[in-house]
């Protein structure tokens, strides 16, 4: 039974060029990680202000809900 052609064993070398190539086409698109670091931040402080707002009883945030 033989393997198709993308199964086939890649040499390490051809394998670190491609990834080579891919990372030169990305790094300039997505440069850092600090965006997702600021998405992280922005929906813990959501769940946070919203756990704050429900152990109150403030129905403020009962807008959310309906």
Do not use: C, H
């Amino acid at each position: 039974m033989e393997l198709p052609v993308e199964l086939e064993y890649i040499p390490y070398q051809e394998f670190q060029d491609r990834f080579s190539k891919l990372n030169r086409i990305v790094r300039p698109i997505y440069p850092t990680i600090w965006p997702n670091i600021l998405m992280v931040s922005i929906f813990v402080t959501m769940i946070i202000i919203a756990s704050v707002g429900m152990a109150r009883n403030v129905n403020g945030l009962a807008v959310m809900g309906q």
